[in-house]
């Protein structure tokens, strides 16, 4: 729960002076790669098994977060809520499933920066009471929420998990309004940071997004009902059609009364533009575009900037398969899979011995020496953040014969921590913060190495670079980040 004072008031110091680095060293020690926090989807559908669809949904959704699963349903008279640490499929079985009964349904799929198993932290979270319950989950990070944390429970809130998702919640309970769209409003105006938002009450599905739309969110329909989720490829796997994105600053109502829609001004649009890069699906859709042809596009811009004389290409699957094909096309070279990966390695709860744990990367990833013995490799990775990795990869592909390794990233230096819901890592802990590219060449034992240039990042993507937040490459954040401490403060106590 969010009871330590003295870190809380350390970061608050830290933020009243404005010191970046105090702030972002008060961050701590935080999981070493980039983590996307959370998958969200919403189902209105009279008539249709909602919990069995919510579960599928959120089954392909899964890489957006795997530390908790949960699912919460109404049958218009009452909230009913189940969900557990782990993986989807481990915590939802037919009983489960069976108990979620209704026409309305919210599910979460959480990725916790927090890491350790606190079950009191596993959304969609029931608050209120009476005719104010509701169920809520969220995709993103409230950079005020200490400060909001603050003012509620001076309110007499009462607070059970330390997610900012709560603040939201009891937030808009606290709103001065009986209607449920109004309290949204209210809590709106004075949420600052990234939110994709769910929320079910005993008779509608509401979903609101921030105003600067950081998270994805989209809209589709199915059998007559309507569904929203964090990606569209949770529409597909459940037979639904995908309708359109959910604006920034807009806020959606769907009861018997069908699809109502309400918008706040919408700020400077900021989508994370690591889900181009990482985050989404490459089968998925965003701002009208699918996401594979715009890494294969990152790949073969990455060939036109840093050509190099090589007798195949691979990308480290799976997120930067495409971009390496996109590179081979480009340079008129082989595409071949060096790296085979364990694709059902993901999260367990069983500590791996000590013995398990030296074998490090190669749990993940199995070379295939055939491929490589004696060629002169390019090897296209989506980024690199802390440098822990890349250089186990690297050692792993030149062990298994590779003549030359010459490492490509689709992404320019990560040189920023970022503030929005994704876990990345604190700015010292960032490689590019601190070491020039040839450093980190060295650092990796790469024979050479190129960043995708912002431009040509830009120029993948093919939409104006003022849709996206950059701020991980250039520091120039499009929420202030000051406010940072009030996430911190919440996350480490
Ligand atoms: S700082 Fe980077 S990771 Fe965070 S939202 Fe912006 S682009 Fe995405």
Redesign the pocket.
Known sequence: MIQDTDRLIARLTAAATKDYNKIVEAAGEKVANLHEECGVFGIYCPGEDVARLTFFALFALQHRGQESAGIATSDGKKIQFYGDMGLVSQVFDENALGQLTGHIAIGHNRYSTTGSSRRMNIQPIVLGTGADTMAIGNNGNIVNSAHLYRELCEQGYNFRSSTDTEVVGDLILSAPSTDWIERIRYAMRRLQG?YSTVMLTKDALYVFRDPWG?RPLCLGSLNGGFVVASESCALDHIGAKLIREIDPGEIIRISQNGVESFREPIRKR?L???EYIYFARPDSYMNGQLIYPTRTAMGANLSKEYPVDADAVMGVPDTATAAGIGYAQEANKPYCEGLLKNRYVGRTFIAPDQRIRDLGVKLKFNPLPQMLKGQRMVVVDDSIVRGTTTPKVVDLIRRAGAKEIHMRICAPPIK?P?????D?ATRKELIASHKSVEEIRQFIGADSLGYLSLDGLLKSVNLPGDS??????TGE?PIPVQLEMDKLALENS
Request: aromatic content about 36%; charged content about 0%; proline content about 0%.
């Open positions: 990234a950081v900021a994370c533009i690591f920023y970022c503030f929005f819901g994704v990345m996206f937040c950059t701020a991980c490459f954040y």
